[in-house]
């Protein structure tokens, strides 16, 4: 008999990855997605993805990537999965190759590999900077290819709801609604793979695309699974700030040579371009002389901060530094960055080859997320995760091009263990519960339709964003942690008097969203809770009461679970087995 | 102070069943506003410049930094994307329209997957073994990639299709985007192994001899692929295996 068929929820690299290797390996894949495929966050994804192929002569290994990696994530990361996933890297970098990406190349034809923060080896391959774009298709291209053989079917533009999960506590498919006819419906299925990124929403404005909410994954962990190190968020340090979004300014520019600066004098009012050499406090590379502009993100954002609203040394007493490129001449420029030198000049209107960019730390990146075992099943057998709504291979700060590597290489061990436990699952008894958990769905459908009160959902949503990239992004105290989880609260007890501006049944794209809000409310709190709970600072989680890293408390994964009355924690030991934890330090002395 | 205010007509049309009406909108003027940030002012309070209220408009959008393709739309008569289209650069009031090439789904949001039909017609892929660990890729010389990766930004957006007159129902045209990705796949070390088959898709009504070269798809690509002498490039190879398949009988 022919195992059952496996649910893909989410099309950028990880789900892709999932697809394409249940399809090779004989698997029947339902890929669900509220976009085309093709349209998934993972194609802003910019500057590159490590892999220690050691083409450049400088004796780089997959162990040195391991090291850099746990290094940069200050080893809150399982060290086994990490392991793995840099031994693999250079042959996923092949096979990439082989499906045709575009990846820039050596005069003798080989791929080049550039410099990216966090590490001192040239180990991230790129194909402009426009990476994540050029992986994505390559994956999207082979998904078609086993769609039009009939292995794959697609449903674009359906949003997850839930999974189902049976009498036994066994999921045996999800609820999911058609977006433009707005038909509630449930899908069968032996195994269910999340593959559903980030939770940038919940942060107002950020790089991530709108899509990114997060609110699968927080449908399923109030439905029983834990969320780890939710604590763990990534504000990158290069962001264009805007009305909409902050657009990403990729790492890549400054592996490329762009140097951040702001100018020595306070409130200096010359343009950037017209200010002396001596007289640009190019504060990276003097505060970290051995990786300068390439320190991780978690540290050059802070860096940022200080030099921002510490030493009040923002450009124009505005919070905004310089990531300058004009040194750099314009053809290598364009080889190698053209992508997002051309968003810049689009959305800001300077031309970056010739003045100075401005910029500034947004939110970017959720290195905590769905708790996951080795193989990436959660706790709920059949519920698997992966990509970034997993928790699994960043630790407490993600090096930059590591993402693409970590989505890839989830999806490719995820997808065979799914099928391999597809095959061994018992049948299902009944209906495994789908027709009640419809019919849970349908009751929240037709309340909120028919909800009368005076909030506005994007109004609610506008006050969530404020306090979290507030209270919850770069400098936390508890004090104002503990008033960002009251406002979440206040939040969810005003949600309840929420109205729809549109309760017509078709392309209801208001209606969606707030039911959306719901879940980024309920995954607030996880977050704000993890960093109350969390007295210490390590990575990308900085509490200015606690400076230092406390391995003997909090060398360790934070778990959350969901209860009636909010998140309940545990903790769980790190596996260490590898590397000794030792000191981070990214200044001259290392 | 006043403040200032920019000046949008929107049209509106609840399903594929219903008239089509313009809406007028007057919202808060912020700096480097684009129309992706005015349709989420009007989505947070959805009343129209008359004071009437209405629904949030719906659109497809979602990176918002010009690399999804997601939001494309008709700006003051122009195909452009939304996201990248800042209202300081536009006449007002601004007017936005769905494409209109595509069926209608409700207000901005139309049907583009089309192109992803055409995708699989000509066999858009690399037919790669497996994905087991086979080593390294062909080489490729910089010459050829810097030849390919242009053709590889291609976004999906549809721009050139809805500008090409050629693209109409009755020709069936697929238009420049899937000719785009037919030259990159040939001209692939591994993907030019089905170079013929893709070709042959190409020949037949709706094929490539279809364009008129009218060149207003060039113009209007937003990620400037040089989409005229692609479709030149491919033209001359879809040319020359009609004769080599004659000749063969």
């Known amino acids: 008999m022919a195992a059952p068929r496996i649910i893909v929820v989410g099309g950028g690299l990880a789900g892709l990855s999932a697809v394409i290797k ?151 498919g999800i609820t999911a609604l058609d977006l433009r006819t707005m038909e509630l419906r449930g899908f069968a299925a032996g195994a269910v793979i999340l593959a559903t990124g980030g939770i940038g929403a919940i942060f107002g404005k950020s790089t991530n695309s709108v899509v990114c909410t997060g609110s699968a994954q927080s449908a399923i962990y109030q439905q029983g699974v834990y969320y780890a190190n939710g604590e763990l968020i990534q504000v990158h340090p290069t962001a264009i700030p805007g009305e909409d979004k902050l657009r990403l300014m990729s790492e890549s520019a400054r592996g490329e040579g762009g140097r951040v600066w702001v100018p020595r004098a306070p409130g200096d009012k010359r343009p ?109 057998p059949g519920i698997y995760a992966i990509g970034e709504c997993d928790y699994q291979y960043h630790g407490a700060n993600r090096l930059g ?122 995954l607030a709190r996880v977050i704000v809770q993890g960093a109350i709970l969390r007295d210490e600072s390590r990575g990308a989680h900085y509490k200015p009461d606690f400076p230092e890293r406390d391995d003997e408390r909090f060398l360790k994964t934070t778990k959350a679970s969901y209860t009636e009355s909010g998140p309940r924690y545990e903790w769980e030991e790190v596996d260490t087995q590898y590397i000794k934890p030792r000191r981070r330090s990214y200044d001259a002395a290392n | 102070m006043a403040t200032k205010t920019v000046q949008f007509e929107i049209k509106r049309q609840a399903s594929p069943d219903d008239p089509a009406v313009w809406e007028r909108f007057e919202l808060e003027w912020r700096p480097g506003m684009n129309v992706t940030t005015a349709m989420m002012d009007i989505a947070a309070s959805p009343v129209t410049a008359d004071g009437k209220p209405t629904t949030p408009i719906t659109y497809d959008s979602c990176c918002l930094e ?100 050629q693209f109409t129902e009755a020709t069936g045209f697929v238009g420049a985007a899937t000719i785009a990705q037919v030259r990159l796949f040939n001209n692939h070390p591994t993907g030019k192994v089905l170079k013929e088959e893709r070709l042959r898709a190409l020949a037949g009504d709706g094929g490539i001899q279809e364009c008129g070269f009218a060149q207003n798809c060039v113009e209007v690509c937003p990620k400037k692929l040089p989409l005229t002498n692609t479709i030149s490039d491919v033209s001359r190879d879809v040319l020359v295996q009609k004769v080599k398949d004659f000749l063969r009988g």
Request: aromatic letters at 10%; hydrophobic letters at 35%; glycine letters at 8%.
């Open chain 1, 401 to 522: 091009a590591n993402s693409l590597l970590s989505c890839i290489y989830a999806g490719f061990i995820c997808g065979p263990h799914a099928l391999e436990y597809t095959k061994s699952l018992p049948a299902v008894d009944g209906d495994g519960g789908q027709a009640a958990e419809l019919a849970r769905q349908a009751e929240l459908n037709a309340k909120l339709l028919k909800n009368e009160g005076r909030e506005n959902s994007f109004w609610l949503w506008r006050e969530l964003g404020d306090t979290m990239t507030k209270h919850a992004t770069v400098i936390r105290y508890n004090k104002g942690l503990k008033q960002a989880d009251e406002k979440i609260v206040e939040l969810l007890e005003r949600y309840k008097n929420v109205s729809l501006d549109d309760r017509s049944q078709w392309a209801n794209t208001s209606f969606v969203f707030t039911r959306q809000l719901k879940n980024m409310l309920m």
């Open chain 1, 22 to 172: 249940i399809a090779e390996a004989g698997g029947s894949v339902d890929l669900f997605s509220i976009v085309p495929v093709k349209r998934s966050h993972s194609v802003c994804a910019q500057g590159g993805i490590n892999a220690a192929k050691n083409l450049k002569g400088e004796g780089d290994t997959p162990w040195q990537h391991f090291d850099d990696t746990i290094y940069g994530g200050d080893f809150l990361a399982n060290q086994t999965p990490v392991k793995l996933m840099c031994e693999a890297g250079p042959g996923i970098i092949d096979l990439l190759d082989r499906m045709g990406v575009p990846f820039n190349r050596t005069p003798e034809g080989l791929l080049d590999f550039r410099r990216f923060g966090g590490t001192l080896y040239n180990r991230t391959a790129f194909a402009g900077a426009t990476t994540g774009q050029q992986l994505l298709y390559a994956l999207d291209e082979q998904v078609r290819r086993f769609e039009s053989e009939g292995k794959v079917k697609k449903y674009e533009g359906w949003e997850f709801l839930s999974a189902v999960i049976d009498s036994k506590g066994v999921a045996r």
């Open chain 1, 272 to 380: 950037g371009k017209e200010i002396p050499e001596a007289e640009r406090f190019y504060f990276l590379e003097e505060w970290y002389p051995k990786y300068g502009n390439l320190v991780p993100r978690d540290i050059a954002t802070r860096a940022i901060h200080k030099v921002v609203y510490e030493n009040h040394l923002g450009i124009d007493g505005q919070p905004m530094v310089y990531l300058d490129l004009t040194h750099i001449d314009r053809s290598t420029l364009d080889r190698k960055l053209g992508g997002i030198l051309d968003i810049y000049e689009k959305f800001v209107g300077d031309d970056p080859h010739e003045v100075p960019m401005k910029i500034f730390p947004g939110m970017h990146y959720t290195m905590g997320g769905i708790w996951v075992d080795f193989n990436q099943m959660t706790n709920i």
């Open chain 2, 66 to 165: 010009e690399i999804c393709g997601s939001c494309a739309m008709r700006i003051n008569g122009r195909a452009r994307m939304a996201c990248s289209s800042l209202v300081d650069n536009l006449e007002q009031p601004i007017r936005v329209e769905p494409l209109s090439k595509f069926p209608l789904v409700r207000d901005l949001q139309v049907d583009r997957s089309v192109l992803f039909e055409n995708l699989k017609a000509v066999k858009a892929w690399i037919p790669i073994d497996g994905t087991y660990d086979l080593g390294a890729g062909p080489r490729v010389y910089p010459q050829q990639q810097e030849i390919n990766y242009p053709l590889s930004n291609c976004i999906s957006c549809t721009c050139c299709m809805e500008v090409c007159p």
